[in-house]
């Protein structure tokens, strides 16, 4: 028995000393996202849950199965197989295509400014286990946001052209918030489970601006080039609490209605402000001429989710809807001067999910093609922040593949893909002048491992007499 431990956590070692270094050269990166809308609050908001789970929408409200890790809603860690374990992790894969309209001084677009990045990243580890009969436990890591921009903008003003030469504003982020969950199911009746979950929000978000002149063409030469390093330093709880209701249970088929409440608020991070200056003719090294720390108001919404799930020996479906209140009130966005103009603020969402799933035959041994899960989702909501009061919708189609493998019980190697589109449906104005907000498509591959054992043969959790 003790061969087997250590066989596993060998396994394990050497998956994520594989999995976590990974980084692709040139234009990719460690970051999970890479979009401007990453610019202000906490960053892109990443989709939870497993390859499963996403690649039929992200729903996972109602899901209620032995065979999953559900880290969404506590109530289903009650079902944790009573003498085993589930383990999963995965890591995505993203392409970015980014465009923005350009337009000229009558209001006619005149191009399309583009942009395009790749991303590789660890998406998830999560661990189901059960404490006592009917009551169980999962523990799960997984980014909650990430941000990621790189922009640059070259000062339009005539008099700064005629005074000094060409003034280039740059602005790049980079870093995510992390959620570390711990999650309590307990089913007290047959048809009934509640849970609980502490949440630990953790991680660096840093942002720089800059501004720097390459051909200084007039005056004294002393033109200081600027760079300044914002830092927020993430550590904050919150709590979660969920319940599912079978409202068919029997041996054929499963009906389980569950709901979620998230307990939002600020989380407070702590912010340093960093300042360089650069003299451009006498080389002057950088040197911090402030340093100070002071709290954001940065937050996580209060999240109401309602959902269902069908699943029977073929065929399983859900669907999930959740509504986050974000508050429109925050101004705490509007963090660079030169960015003033476009005003940026929080605004409450809508999301839809939908998934479907079908194994045609689970037992059949002599076709493996029958054993194999197939899955389609989508997914429809609207981004938590508002831009010049434009609101931006947020649209993805997924799909994906599940292999089932025989590795210490039955496991599964799952493969996901999804479309996605963030857009604006409308061209704001700004000082009278058109400016178009950016339309975001990605495409990303998921792979994830999940690891459990349902053999009556192979229980985990039971001391063996003879090794």
Same mark, same amino acid.
């Given at each position: 028995?003790?061969?087997?431990?250590?066989?596993?956590?060998?396994?394990?070692?050497?998956?994520?000393?594989?999995?976590?270094?990974?980084?692709?050269?040139?234009?990719?990166?460690?970051?999970?996202?890479?979009?401007?809308?990453?610019?202000?609050?906490?960053?892109?908001?990443?989709?939870? @849950?497993?390859?499963?789970?996403?690649?039929?929408?992200?729903?996972?409200?109602?899901?209620?199965?032995?065979?999953?890790?559900?880290?969404? /809603?506590?109530?289903?860690?009650?079902?944790?197989?009573?003498?085993?374990?589930?383990?999963?992790?995965?890591?995505?894969?993203?392409? *970015?295509?980014?465009?923005?309209?350009?337009?000229?001084?009558?209001?006619?677009?005149?191009?399309?400014?583009?942009?395009?990045?790749?991303?590789?990243? =660890?998406?998830?580890?999560?661990?189901?286990?059960?404490?006592?009969?009917?009551? @169980?436990?999962?523990?799960?890591?997984?980014?909650?946001?990430?941000?990621?921009?790189?922009?640059?903008?070259?000062?339009?003003?005539?008099?700064?052209?005629?005074?000094?030469?060409?003034?280039?504003?740059? *602005?790049?982020?980079?870093?995510?918030?992390?959620?570390?969950? =711990?999650?309590?199911?307990?089913?007290?009746?047959?048809?009934?489970?509640?849970?609980?979950?502490?949440?630990?929000?953790?991680?660096?978000?840093?942002?720089?601006?800059?501004?720097?002149?390459?051909?200084?063409?007039?005056?004294?030469?002393?033109?200081?080039?600027?760079?300044?390093?914002?830092?927020?330093?993430?550590?904050?709880?919150?709590?979660?609490?969920?319940?599912?209701?079978?409202?068919?249970?029997?041996?054929?088929?499963?009906?389980? =209605?569950?709901?979620?409440?998230?307990?939002?608020?600020?989380?407070?991070?702590?912010?340093?402000?960093?300042?360089?200056?650069?003299?451009?003719?006498?080389?002057?090294?950088?040197?911090?001429?402030?340093?100070?720390?002071?709290?954001?108001?940065?937050?996580?919404?209060?999240?109401?989710?309602?959902?269902?799930? *069908?699943?029977?020996?073929?065929?399983?479906?859900?669907?999930?809807?959740?509504?986050?209140?974000?508050?429109?009130?925050?101004?705490?966005?509007?963090?660079?001067?030169?960015?003033?103009?476009?005003?940026?603020?929080?605004?409450?969402?809508?999301?839809?999910?939908?998934?479907?799933?079908?194994?045609?035959?689970?037992?059949?041994?002599?076709?493996?093609? /029958?054993?194999?899960?197939?899955?389609? @989702?989508?997914?429809?909501?609207?981004?938590?922040?508002?831009?010049?009061?434009?609101?931006?919708?947020?649209?993805?189609?997924?799909?994906?593949?599940?292999?089932?493998?025989?590795?210490? @019980?039955?496991?599964?190697?799952?493969?996901?893909?999804?479309?996605?589109?963030?857009?604006?449906?409308?061209?704001?104005?700004?000082?009278?002048?058109?400016?178009?907000?950016?339309?975001? /498509?990605?495409?990303?591959?998921?792979?994830?491992?999940?690891?459990?054992?349902?053999?009556?043969?192979?229980?985990?959790?039971?001391?063996?007499?003879?090794?």
């Amino acid at each position: 028995m003790q061969s087997r431990y250590t066989l596993i956590l060998g396994v394990v070692i050497a998956i994520f000393a594989l999995v976590i270094p990974i980084t692709v050269e040139a234009q990719t990166s460690s970051i999970n996202a890479y979009s401007p809308y990453s610019m202000y609050g906490p960053g892109e908001l990443i989709t939870p @849950g497993t390859v499963q789970m996403r690649a039929m929408g992200g729903i996972g409200i109602g899901l209620r199965s032995t065979g999953q890790v559900n880290t969404q /809603n506590p109530a289903a860690a009650s079902v944790a197989p009573r003498k085993s374990f589930l383990f999963d992790f995965s890591f995505d894969a993203t392409h *970015y295509r980014n465009n923005q309209a350009k337009f000229d001084s009558a209001g006619t677009e005149s191009h399309k400014a583009k942009t395009a990045y790749n991303t590789i990243n =660890l998406h998830n580890i999560s661990l189901a286990f059960p404490l006592a009969k009917n009551f @169980g436990a999962t523990l799960s890591v997984a980014p909650y946001s990430s941000v990621g921009y790189k922009m640059v903008m070259t000062d339009q003003n005539d008099n700064n052209w005629a005074d000094i030469g060409r003034v280039v504003y740059g *602005y790049l982020g980079e870093g995510d918030i992390t959620e570390v969950k =711990l999650a309590l199911g307990w089913a007290p009746w047959r048809n009934f489970s509640i849970g609980v979950a502490a949440k630990y929000f953790w991680g660096n978000i840093d942002r720089e601006y800059s501004t720097t002149i390459p051909n200084v063409i007039t005056g004294t030469g002393n033109f200081a080039a600027t760079k300044g390093v914002d830092r927020y330093r993430v550590n904050n709880f919150k709590l979660q609490a969920g319940i599912q209701w079978n409202i068919i249970l029997n041996e054929k088929r499963i009906f389980t =209605l569950g709901a979620t409440y998230d307990l939002g608020g600020r989380l407070n991070p702590k912010k340093q402000n960093y300042v360089y200056t650069d003299n451009t003719i006498n080389n002057i090294h950088s040197a911090p001429i402030t340093d100070f720390t002071q709290t954001l108001e940065l937050r996580v919404p209060h999240e109401v989710g309602v959902g269902l799930y *069908y699943q029977d020996r073929v065929v399983a479906w859900g669907v999930d809807y959740k509504y986050a209140a974000w508050g429109s009130d925050n101004k705490s966005f509007e963090e660079n001067s030169n960015m003033k103009d476009i005003a940026v603020a929080y605004t409450n969402t809508h999301t839809l999910k939908l998934g479907f799933e079908i194994t045609p035959k689970r037992t059949d041994v002599r076709n493996y093609l /029958n054993r194999m899960s197939y899955r389609v @989702g989508a997914r429809l909501g609207n981004n938590y922040q508002t831009f010049a009061g434009e609101r931006i919708n947020q649209l993805a189609i997924t799909a994906g593949i599940g292999f089932p493998v025989k590795i210490w @019980g039955s496991s599964s190697i799952n493969v996901g893909f999804e479309y996605g589109r963030m857009s604006s449906p409308a061209t704001p104005k700004l000082n009278g002048m058109r400016v178009g907000l950016v339309t975001q /498509n990605y495409y990303k591959i998921s792979v994830g491992f999940s690891l459990f054992s349902l053999d009556t043969s192979d229980y985990w959790f039971v001391r063996q007499k003879y090794d």
